[in-house]
């Protein structure tokens, strides 16, 4: 499922804060089959109902919820084949569109299938595209993208024939999964440590990253390439910004859709593995073809000591902190929120580059296997990365920093947090829930031995409200806030655990 798609637009002024009225909170019942180890997908809302998917070994389901989330139906999806790899969703307000790929013998077929808010199918399944491969090994081929206003939808895949040559296959759909176009390209990467970005498709159906070049595994971006394939059009418009003598970390691509613009930042260093500096912004117009504003935004000392975990200098202050999101403003600004995670673990020291560019790094290559995805399996926390031996995790701080049209910082803050679990990460972190007059986070706090969800919220002009633990808590249940989903302008749908159960919350704010 790829990875958790939430579109967060501009800030819309409203009349009241979220904590102006109670919240109500409405818990799933724990079937007797959702184990913790269960797969899942919240796709949404969906009609009057909440969808959610469910896949225990080779049982899949969608579970129907009425707005109280009591159960209305359990679906099976005995349409699906055993060997499935893979599911992808497209949610619009009255149906969605499930995209599966699936093994058979040599061939990995993806379908498409679309249903109804009652869990019926609609239309389908519908053949898309097969790929032949090679062996047994990691055959998840496809990944399903979409844009903002999900009149585009786009499922890829990316044949790495040695270390510097790729091959791209888009095949482009409208909003009733219409086939528009189809496109074959290759890419050669400058050199053979080259990352990729995110990949996004625009509110015009391009298609869009950035290729990213570094002298070695464990360096930083010394050049980035802006890449650019028009929906109609089987060519990549590529199109190099210069970093002068810096270099940058991890970097994050995101569509200004009502500008049209695409907004490029990463965190940066003056010199190759030194200390974090700053952070750098690239706007990139559309329309005029070239970077209108670019940005090597410092961190004051002030700033570096306020965002500081406790066991690092303020020199060492944004070493180990990621880019989680990057929320676009009306105006042409934008708001960044970067976390700050590292684990500890015996024997083993911290690397951040082993979690830098994680969605693109993490599936092996064979000789029998050159296809490569650079989404991983499913939405859900059981199948990730991120479980260890005697691994410590932590998740700390959010850095908040908000630019102008010009990529020039207005404000920043901290929004303060600490956050630790052994061998897994599912409980940490933070979730972004936009409430109309601000940008609000949600987490867990430890109180008293035990995790309760609490929220911290932003304001435009950059001011930090703190709110109380969240009424109404049932303490038998541990919210999962990074893995819940906003389904309406003021309602929240997120993963919690019940003893050794996985169910679900409904919050409305």
């Known amino acids: 499922m790829g990875r958790n798609k939430i579109i967060i637009s501009a800030f819309v002024m409203l009349a009241l804060p979220i904590w102006a009225l109670a919240q109500r ?75 599966y790929q699936y093994q058979k013998r040599n061939i990995v077929y993806c379908n498409v299938v679309k249903m109804d808010a009652a869990g019926q199918k609609l239309i389908g399944p519908v053949e898309i595209d097969t790929t032949q491969i090679g062996g047994t090994s990691d055959n998840k081929i496809y990944s399903t993208i979409y844009s903002e206003d999900k009149q585009h939808i786009m499922v890829f895949k990316i044949n790495k024939r040695n270390e510097r040559n790729y091959f791209f296959t888009t095949l482009l759909y409208n909003d009733k999964m219409e086939f528009r176009k189809k496109s074959r390209l290759p890419v050669t990467m400058p050199r053979k440590d080259a990352v990729f970005s995110d990949f996004i498709v625009d509110n015009e159906g391009d298609f869009v990253f950035t290729r990213c070049s570094r002298n070695g595994s464990r360096d930083n971006i010394s050049q980035m390439d802006l890449m650019i394939k028009p929906a109609m059009l089987d060519t990549f418009r590529i199109n190099n910004i210069p970093l002068t003598d810096n270099f940058l970390d991890e970097v994050k691509i995101k569509a200004d859709n009502i500008n049209k613009n695409y907004l490029i930042s990463s965190l940066y260093y003056k010199q190759r593995r030194g200390n974090v500096e700053g952070i750098y912004i690239a706007v990139w117009d559309k329309t005029e073809n070239r970077v209108k504003a670019e940005n090597y935004n410092i ?39 970067a976390e700050l995670f590292f684990t500890s673990s015996r024997g083993n020291n911290w690397n951040r580059y082993d979690y830098l560019y994680s969605p693109y790094s993490m599936y092996p290559y ?90 911290q919220s932003v304001t435009p002009n950059g001011a930090v409200n703190r709110s109380p633990t969240l009424k109404n808590l049932n303490k038998d249940f541990e919210f999962l806030p990074k893995y819940g989903k906003q389904v309406g302008a003021r309602q929240v749908v997120m993963p919690c655990m019940y003893r050794n159960y996985i169910c679900f919350a409904k919050i409305d704010f």
Do not use: C
């Open 25 to 99: 909170i409405h818990y799933s019942d724990p079937g007797r089959d959702d184990y913790r180890q269960v797969n899942f997908e919240i796709i949404g809302k969906v009609g009057s109902n909440i969808v959610i998917y469910k896949n225990y070994r080779s049982k899949n389901d969608l579970s129907i919820f009425d707005g109280e989330m009591k159960l209305k139906d359990k679906i099976n999806l005995d349409f699906l084949p055993d060997k499935l790899i893979n599911v992808d969703f497209v949610p619009y307000p009255d149906f969605f569109y499930m995209i």
């Open 366 to 455: 064979s000789s029998y296997n050159s296809y490569w995805s650079p989404y991983g399996m499913y939405g859900n926390p059981w199948n990730r990365w991120n479980y260890g031996s005697s691994t410590r995790y932590y998740s700390e701080n959010i850095a908040l920093f908000s630019f102008d049209p010009n990529a020039s910082m207005e404000w920043s803050n901290i929004l303060h947090k600490s956050q630790f679990d052994d061998n897994s990460s599912d409980a940490l972190s933070y979730m972004v829930y936009n409430t109309g007059s601000e940008i609000s986070f949600l987490y867990n706090q430890l109180e008293r031995r035990v995790r309760l969800l609490s929220e």
């Open 299 to 337: 961190f004051n000392d002030e700033l570096k000591e306020d965002a500081r975990s406790e066991n690092t200098s303020a020199k060492t202050a944004f070493n180990d902190y990621f880019i989680r999101q990057v929320l676009p403003k009306k105006d042409g600004g934008f708001l960044i929120a």
